[in-house]
């Protein structure tokens, strides 16, 4: 993940706490608050929109490190086949080279 959509993600994920915090507060605290009481009956509905917010949140760094381990484990079978190659090509090279026998020396 590139620093940018970490700190995306930081920042969404601190906002939805940070409404779901608002709101529980809110509901637990309804009668000191005038203005706010007359919009109780419509609190619920931030409440749902910040704990699906979320759930979104998780349900996405979930999957992004499923992508993660996925391609990494890409990049290794990737990686194990081109190693394989190589010894297949080095191999067939050396067998394509003529073979040069020594003669031993003659004695007397």
């Not at 409404?19 to 706010?36: A, Q, T, W």
């Not at 191999?91 to 020396?105: T, W, Y």
């Amino acid at each position: 993940m590139n620093q940018r959509r970490r700190i995306f993600f930081g920042i969404f994920g601190v906002y939805h706490f940070a409404i779901l915090m608002f709101v529980i507060y809110i509901e637990s605290n309804k009668e000191d608050f005038g203005l706010l009481s007359q919009l109780y009956g419509k609190l619920s509905l931030l409440k749902y929109g910040a704990v699906l917010g979320i759930g979104l949140f998780l349900v996405d760094l979930i999957w992004h490190f499923l992508e993660t381990r996925n391609a990494q484990k890409e990049q290794d079978t990737l990686r194990l086949e081109n190693n394989t190659l190589k010894a297949k090509v080095y191999d067939f090279q050396e067998s394509a080279k003529p073979v040069i026998k020594e003669n031993p020396p003659a004695t007397k």
